[in-house]
């Protein structure tokens, strides 16, 4: 797991909704977790894949942006939103296989050729017949 230093992030509770009866409209335990993306000192292809997979939890400004309210406490959904980030960021620098071009044979072109021929005659069979 990736280790997040505590200086790039800030912590919001939140009221939130779900399970909890009258509690949850008095106790605050849902969870917004601020990352400093800039603060982590990212490759940067860890960075751009970061950039994609966050999508719109991302910030113009470089901040990660999560909001977690799964858990009935606050220590749970802390817990769990690090670990989302920690998850992120991992899937973040592993790298995508490369991909390698390959061409069609020159067999494989004519097999192409052949069937569009073929298909092309059956078609024009299909038309009015003449009056001839």
Do not use: C, H, W
Request: hydrophobic letters at 35%.
């Amino acid at each position: 797991m990736i280790d997040i230093p505590e200086s790039a992030i800030t912590e919001t509770f939140l009221a939130a909704s779900g399970p909890g009866g009258q509690n949850v409209n008095k106790v605050a335990t849902a969870v917004q977790m601020r990352v400093n993306v800039y603060a982590l000192g990212l490759q940067p292809y860890a960075f751009r894949k970061l950039k994609t997979l966050a999508g719109r939890k991302m910030t113009s400004g470089g901040e990660l942006v999560l909001t977690v309210r799964e858990y009935r406490t606050r220590e749970a959904n802390r817990a769990e939103a690090r670990r989302r980030v920690g998850d992120m960021i991992e899937q973040a620098y592993q790298r995508d296989a490369r991909r390698i071009k390959t061409r069609p044979s020159r067999a494989a072109k004519a097999r192409r050729v052949d069937s569009k021929k073929k298909k092309a005659t059956i078609k024009k069979s299909r038309g009015k017949p003449s009056l001839d």
